[in-house]
């Protein structure tokens, strides 16, 4: 088990360096890197990526990917809840190996399932970082695809002990979009 002195963090992010694709990417490195440094332990867990090992310590970060093509999916959407299940299943079996973790850190609608479930299996409390909404890159919720990725940040963000935005104008939305008190 972990110590009073010693915070372990589990961050879920389904891109991590070398995978970006957005701004998620870099700032769940760069975040980690620097928890890293003032003595928090890290790990981040994540998809796998062409050539990336499956398991390394970047900048002091200990980085699992899992396989995030497991299972075949025929859509995006189902690639996400598949990819979650594995996620979750291969987090919770790192946790247990590593003795345990004091808080799951969810990037995203991406990883919501997996860190809502380890949130409720280790009786942790689970932060969400959230770094864009559906409604605010639509413009609306326009069909029940984008309407179903709403419904998953807005789940995310009910579960997270505490939500975290990236600016000041993604507070003001993220409290607008999902009724979140001050």
């Known amino acids: ?63 699992f990917r899992i396989d995030s093509y497991k299972n075949p999916s025929p859509d995006f959407a189902s690639w996400v809840y598949l990819m979650n299940m594995n996620m979750q299943k291969e987090a919770a079996a790192i946790v247990k190996n590593l003795g345990g973790v004091n808080i799951f850190h969810a990037h995203d609608w991406l990883v919501a399932n997996a860190g809502i479930g380890l949130k409720h299996i280790f009786r942790k409390p689970l932060l969400a970082t959230i770094h864009s909404t559906e409604i605010g890159r639509r413009n609306g919720l326009h069909s029940d695809y984008e309407r179903m990725i709403h419904e998953t940040e807005a789940w995310l963000t009910y579960e997270a002990w505490t939500v975290i935005c990236c600016s000041n104008y993604m507070v003001s939305h993220v409290k607008w979009a999902f009724n979140i008190p001050e």
Request: aromatic letters at 8%; glycine letters at 8%; proline letters at 8%.
């Open 1 to 63: 088990m972990t110590t009073v002195d010693e915070l372990r963090v589990m961050m879920l992010t389904w891109e991590f360096p070398p995978r970006i694709v957005g701004g998620i990417s870099p700032h769940v490195y760069h975040l980690s890197k620097n928890l890293a440094n003032e003595g928090v332990k890290v790990y981040v867990v994540t998809c796998d990526f062409p050539g990336a090992p499956d398991h390394e310590i970047l900048d002091g970060v200990e980085v």
